[in-house]
């Protein structure tokens, strides 16, 4: 027979720190004073985890492929409406202000956990084990005597829990999805990618895995914004819903959609994990899946441990008063039989004594028994009619009359015994009617409050359907409601102990925060006066670079008067100007010193050329050799030396530099025009003139 077995797949969007926040938890160090004390450290062992740089690495790339062009497109928007600080400048900054997700998968729960042992395991490789409350569940015997270790039954619990680890890592990969006809694909992992993720099989509950979740989705877009990715948990479920059906539901919907369906491979791949491990024939199912609604009437399943015990003392105080309200009425009738047995007494003795005194049977007319009463009466009357008995008769009247006032009197302190009892009793079966009715109202109450638990906290039943509580249902619907506060309860304490981290991690930097406050406080005043005088420094900078500008605009003025700037450096719909205009000067200022430098040293380097071409040609004109000349020209200056006016040099000769003279230009003008002869000057200076004549015509006309 197949073992019921349950699946949850519980989704959070977690605070900023995300999988971070919950390392500890799921680490299990036992070092750590875990808030869960139902930990078996001794099995921690089994546990399998992933949280490599190349996991985070990977989460990292996904979700720069997946918001990279949503953060430039909204940066570039916010630079052009001149608000550069709202940009976020990259993803990781992006993602930073958002929430995190990460979700828990949990196949199964302690009995079931108990069950499979059972069927899958030697009796020697494990052990019963009591919890706190009372209960007991199955843990395996991993050390013996002298606690040391069991290889064997280390390698059954080894091979027990694989199963669960292989199934709720295959489950939830990134590459499990749905396949189409037309050979597409939709995998999980394109919506909810898992990162970082640890199993845990050493909880006293049933293996599970915490995982983090890389979230992304498409909102739907409306008349105010057009659609835009996102990293909400919910709008990514609903992507993956509308990827794989093709068509849009609420968030809440979206999340049981995925929830039905992941719950079911995850119970599959387990099946399929305990078949292959155990050599489980196919046709022979070893899970049956379980979902706890109103709607299946097949659920075999019982009340949580809570629930159970609350039910049960209920039902021992309920028990203990009915037994207590049943001694005391069972006392009260004893008492009453006895009174009545004391009155029986009494009236058999005057009833004697009537017949004795009167001779006749205590009888009226009807042939009714005389009241006690009319007995006395009888024997009074009886006893006065006597002479000769009348003083024995009225001392047996006199005794009669006592017994029969302390009869009365007896008889009325039993009736008021009795009706005192009976009124005891009456408020005992008005007690157990009032527990009854409390029982009935308590049963009410619970309807009442496990309906508007349900209602407030919008839960639903199987295929989406609303549920109604009533009586027949009520112990069910407060087991999954109990199941469902302890999965609350368990998010409330994770939660805890994250904001607890963040607590101290505050109190850190807030005491470092204080100590640097000190240091700030004690250089802001220096700072201040390094400020001060930065801010003169750099008046007295801008000046110069001002003075600067307008000395290198003069010089481009002078020298390339009708220069002008680039497009690209101007304003829009703004047309370059002559740097001789006034415009064209104020656009030449408006540019950097660099651009001003170069621009310069362009100008002046082409000035540089023309004049050194000119010179060149000069020289050139000077050395070329005229008609009249002789063959040996008489030079113009005489080259004779004063031999007694040459002194040694105190310096070394630099060939290089030597070299450098003799190619300098002017050094050649010289030395030409020191060498040239009269008619080369003449013919130079006619060209010369002609040359800056031709020139001066050229400027003319432009």
Known sequence: MSIKCTVTTDLQ?????????????????????????????????????DESPKTRAAID???????????????????????????YGSVKNYLKRKKKATAVLTIGNMEVQSKLMQQFCPKTSYQEERLPDGTT??????????????????????????????ALI???????????????RVNVGDYLHRGRYATNNDEMGISHIHY????????????????HVTNSLNQALVSLHHAVTGKYCSGRDATKWFRANMDQFALKCLEDELHKTYKVPQNKKILDFERKTKEDKTIQTGLSMEQLKAQHQEIADHQKAVKSLQDQAENLTSQNNDVQSQVATVTQNLNSIYEATTGRKALDKNGNVLSPLEMANGITKAARSSQKDKQQAE??????????????????????????????????????????????????????????????????????QPITVTENNITQIEQELDEWRQEQRTNWEVDKQNYRDELNNLTKELASNRTK??????????????????????????????????????????????????????????????????????????????????????????????????????????????????SNPTSQHSPSLDLSNIKSSDKPFDYRKEQKLMNDPIIKLKKAILFATNDQLQKTSQQTKQSLKKQAEDEYEL
């Open 13 to 49: 969007a977690k605070d900023k720190n995300g999988y971070s926040g919950i390392q500890k938890h799921v680490e299990h160090d036992e070092n750590i004073n875990h808030a869960n004390q139902d930990i078996v450290f001794s099995e921690t062992q089994f546990n399998q985890y």
């Open 61 to 87: 790339q996904w979700n720069d492929e997946h918001f990279k062009d949503y953060v430039e497109e909204h940066d570039k928007h916010q630079r052009e409406k001149g608000h550069a600080e709202r940009q």
């Open 137 to 166: 569940h199955l843990v395996f015997k991993l050390r013996g005597q002298n606690n040391q270790p069991i290889p064997d039954n280390i390698a059954v619990a080894k091979q027990f829990y694989d199963c669960f680890n292989r």
């Open 170 to 184: 295959h489950a939830t990969n990134n590459n499990v999805g749905w396949a189409f006809k037309d050979k597409s």
């Open 212 to 227: 983090e979740l890389a979230t992304f989705g498409m909102t739907r877009g409306g008349k105010k914004r057009a659609a």
């Open 395 to 464: 001392k047996d009247a006199d005794a009669a009359q006592e017994k029969q006032t302390a009869a009365e009197n007896q008889q009325k302190q039993l009736d008021q015994q009795l009706a005192h009892q009976r009124q005891q009793l009456q408020t005992l079966q008005n007690q157990i009617s009032d527990t009854d009715e409390q029982i009935k109202q308590r049963k009410l109450q619970r309807i009442k409050d496990a309906q508007q638990e349900i209602d407030q906290n919008d839960l639903l039943g199987a295929n989406n």
């Open 517 to 630: 406050k000190a240091d700030l406080t004690n250089t802001n005043q220096q700072l201040n006066k390094q400020k001060q005088q930065l801010q003169n420094d750099n008046q007295i900078m801008q000046k110069q670079i001002n003075g600067y500008k307008n000395q290198l605009v003069d010089t481009i003025a002078e020298n390339a008067p009708e220069h002008k700037v680039e497009s690209s450096l101007l304003k829009p719909n703004e047309t370059a100007q002559p740097v001789i205009s006034d415009t064209g000067r104020q656009q030449h200022l408006r540019q950097t010193l660099k651009y001003l430098m170069d621009t310069t040293t362009k100008v002046l380097q082409k000035i540089k050329t023309e004049a050194t071409n000119f010179i060149n040609q000069i020289t050139q004109a000077l050395t070329q050799p005229t008609q009249n000349q002789q």
